[in-house]
């Protein structure tokens, strides 16, 4: 009788154990699952982040705007040969946090990039450093259009930019009136 007692409880103790572990194996894929989608959460927020902040600063067109560049460094060993390259190029659109550039330099983007880039707004003119941090291929289109930030803009050089962005909306608004 007790070895039937026994049998019994070892029997319960298997069950309960058994047990024990398929609900943890549950909860142990639930969590992973949490992880995931919590993964993919992040990502999604830090796109959307990504995206307001390249966008935040108000965009000045300028169709057209003639620029030229340098390449000073790259992130990429294999494009090592283009440093110190020089090329010109137009600029579509600028903020006080970088520009859009159209050029015919076709470059990957998977590591940095760092360019000299001089242009005149209002007749201004202005020699900054900027990172590519976008690039969009046109396939109707034989150039390439790159989303540059400004890197290390001394106080100075941003005041003259505001200054001189601020200058354009006005003179658009007010085709008529003479802005300085």
């Known amino acids: 009788m007790t070895s039937i007692i026994v049998g019994f409880i070892i029997l319960i103790i298997v069950v309960c154990l058994v047990n024990g572990i398929v ?17 993919e959460l992040k990502k999604s927020l830090e796109e959307v982040n990504s995206k307001l902040n390249r966008r935040e600063a108000f965009r000045l067109g300028v169709p057209d705007e003639g620029c030229a560049f340098e390449f000073l460094h790259f992130g990429d060993e294999a494009l090592a040969g283009l440093t110190h390259r020089k090329g010109i190029g137009k600029i579509q659109d600028i903020s006080v946090k970088g520009l859009k550039l159209i050029c015919d330099y076709d470059l990957p983007l998977k590591k940095t990039v760092l360019i000299q880039i001089e242009f005149e707004l209002n007749k201004e003119p202005f020699v900054l450093q900027a990172h590519l941090i976008r690039k969009e291929a046109h396939i109707s289109q034989p150039f390439i259009t790159y989303g540059l930030i400004f890197v290390e803009m001394i106080p100075t050089d941003q005041e003259r930019l505001v200054y001189c962005i601020n200058q354009r909306v006005l003179k658009q608004a007010n085709p008529t009136t003479s802005v300085v």
């Open 23 to 39: 609900h943890f194996m549950d909860l142990k894929k639930q969590l992973g699952m949490k992880e995931l989608e919590k993964k």
